[in-house]
């Protein structure tokens, strides 16, 4: 075993010699490439980091293994905060990101900061939001779980694997108020720890309907136990999940995608800023990434550089507004 | 007979000379992370999981290598329980209650012996269970919606009382502070922090590895301090004698019920999610003391002390990979790690995954029979050993203890934050220890304490705001009477059963007090 580990340590090290030399003429490579997963291992940003850093290490697109680090806290808080005063200049450095950042940015639960704070670099595709019951209820469609809503807002439970205020939940009041529920603060929201703990939940009769992301849901679609009736995108997917109605469609115009992505420190020189930038941009056009975007239930999205700041910086507007309409930001 | 073909087939997947040796490393590496304290089978998992990629395995030999380590991981933690007194990770902490005594006692290698071979009964059980009973084991899981979790936590809560204390008043402080702990962090209900005094690094909460590693590993190096150079600390510690490492059949005979019963406990434990190995050894060992202890021997050191949390630490590690493989859902915190891998191979778990990968759900499973019986070869003769853990003074073991303390915990968050949080847990553990206030309550209100409340809300927001809903259920039902029976019968029989003891031992004419 031992000797079996050398020998792939010298290949692996053979690797890193020739790779600068393959690589284009670049302003910048990294030494120590290094990607913060601002969670435990096991979530959705952990598995950002990793399966991006095997990626760019399988294109060959980083000179070396990308090394993961968890640091954990405050909902991704403790790592903005670590970025923003302690590692600011740090050339080397990527921090995964999603659509939970930006709502916890907008609504100040990073206390003291802000997302100008640091370098949005770009994203590597998006899940989009679905809202889905179990296969036996008596609901079809997006307008009649709405109904139900309307009427006695106290008969409909509906569970997410996020935080009250967090992006599961807003995605479903987004719906609401596309619908014309009147006070979207009267929709029972419970809190789960996971989509997975939810939908278990949907199952067990607890809760009338879910809301997460499609990426959760999938596994639970294809045994057949629950039912996509709305899924919160543009246009339909292509594909194996073409079969799931647009809320838009359905006469209900919500739109929630989450978003994985990359922030780096603010301070990070434009030579590193423009180097991740296209190493992310060259992974998001690779065949492979496209494989494993299949496999994950990753819808495109394809921004990067100046446009994926834009982006965020409107989101992170948008779920402000959002936010101080339904209470949770004062 | 589709089952043993499978089976057969998963045997063919696992028994190649790369897996046989990967399972091989993860069940050593395992023992040793299991065995250092603060290094528990979650983070061994995730320290492990860059080397898997980095191999370039595939999904089955990555799967195969981690649950080693996460298997060795639970056979491992009894170690430090047993020499030190310091869990080696969560689960084991039950294991000290009656672990340490027997070492003390100068049974040390029969108490490793022992559980080892506890760990071995329910570990293997419990992958049977896994085998016969997954696909259908996802419905009970159903059956638990949020008001019957409130009760069955309440029932861990109602039984508590005597579990590592006589005093039944410390007890419950111990508990009330460990529920108080639980609550700082964001509520998740609300979306309001809670006791979090704007300091974003509490925002989730307290990591129940901090707090576990302060109170148990930094308050013991608190109190070698405190007795540095006495003729107490001298006199104590050299004088363990580790005894005879292979134990008697009689022994291991008197065991066998108690394996029996806390196989099954401990397997239903972990199959609900959320729940986990460490209420599986807490559950078991509390059932075997109400069941067995006639004789009050629980917690001196009593043999079925020792074989009940390990058999059911060890079967709840098994019931565990149930809901994980066949819901998604993790059933304890290592499962999480584990779920991660699968995602990051590109396998989905699910209600799938046993038809869409059958190759990566057998050979896992076969896996884990094999490594079970290395870890069980390894860990006999190994016992001589670990015993050596023991002759190594406490001037040197006690810098080590609080080095690995503070590296593991640093690894796990990379928070300094959380080193200072540590150094608080292990002053108040320090402290508790003073004021002879068991510690194991502590640490179960802080793992049990924000789920209980969390279930408690939705089951009432669900029904909004009708407290009736947490008696609605017969299974609710059936859950209170035992929590209200194994609250009430210790007060109403204890006094009895202490008057007539007392009794037996004067007749007896007992020499202990």
Known sequence: ?330 | MELMSNLADGFAVALTWQNLALALMGCFLGTIMGALPGLGPSNGVAILIPLAFTLGLGATPSLILLTSVYYGAMYGGRISSILLNIPGDEPAMMTCLDGYPMAQQGRAGEALALSGIASFVGAFFATWGLVLLAPQLVKVALLFGPAEYFALFALAFATLGGISSTNQAKSAFAAALGLGLAMIGVDTQTGVPRFTFGEVHLYDGIDFLVAIVGLFALSEVFIFLEHRGTDQDISTKPKMVIGRIVPTWSLIRSCIPTMGRTTVLGFVAGVLPGAGASLGSFISYSMEKRLVDRKGTFGKGDPRGVAAPETGNNAAAGGALVPMLALGVPGSGTTAVLLAVLLALNITPGPLLFTQNPDVVWGLIAALFIGNVMLLAMNIPMVGLFTRVLLVPPRILMPIVAMISFVGIYGISGSSFDLMVMVGFGVMGWVLRKLDVPLVPVILGTLLGNEMEVNFRRAVNIANGDYSVLISSPLTILLWTIAVIGFVLPILVGGLIRRRMRMARDAEGGVRD
């Open chain 1, 1 to 330: 075993m031992q000797i079996s580990t050398i020998r792939r340590g010298l290949v692996a090290a053979a690797f890193v010699v020739c790779a600068p030399l393959a690589a284009s003429a670049q302003d910048f490579t990294p030494e120590n490439p290094e990607c913060i997963a601002p969670a435990n291992p096991g979530g959705g940003w952990d598995f950002t980091c990793r399966q991006v850093g095997k990626s760019l290490q399988d294109l060959g697109l980083i000179p070396s293994t990308m090394q993961v680090v968890n640091l954990s806290g405050g909902g991704g808080g403790v790592a903005f905060a670590e970025v923003v005063n302690k590692r600011n200049d740090d050339d080397d450095l990527i921090v995964a990101a999603s659509s939970a950042t930006a709502t916890r940015l907008a609504q100040n639960a990073f206390p003291g900061n802000t997302m100008d704070q640091v370098r949005w670099i770009g994203a590597v595709g998006a899940d989009y939001g679905v809202i889905a019951v179990a296969d036996d209820s008596e609901i079809q469609t997006l307008p009649e779980l709405m109904d139900a809503i309307k009427e006695d807002p106290t008969s409909v439970s509906i569970g997410g694997g996020s935080a009250v205020g967090g992006w599961d939940h807003l995605k479903v009041l987004i719906a609401a108020q596309e619908a014309g529920v009147e006070d979207v603060r009267n929709v029972k929201y419970i809190a789960f720890a996971g989509g997975g703990e939810a939908v278990t939940q949907l199952l067990a009769g607890s809760l009338q309907a879910f809301t997460g992301d499609l990426s959760e849901a999938r596994g639970f679609v294809e045994s057949g136990d629950i039912r996509v009736i709305a899924l919160l995108a543009p246009e339909r997917l292509e594909g194996e999940f073409s079969g799931f109605a647009t809320a838009r469609e359905q006469g209900i115009d919500a739109i929630g995608a989450n978003w994985r992505g990359f922030y780096g420190p603010g301070n990070m020189s434009d030579a590193a800023y423009d180097y991740w930038v296209e190493q992310i941009d060259t992974l998001y056009d690779s065949p492979e990434w496209k494989a494993v975007m299949e496999a994950n239930g990753l819808a495109p999205l394809d921004l990067q550089g100046e446009e994926f700041e834009q982006f965020v910086a409107e989101s992170v507007q948008n779920i402000e507004e959002l936010s101080r309409e339904i209470g949770i930001l004062q």
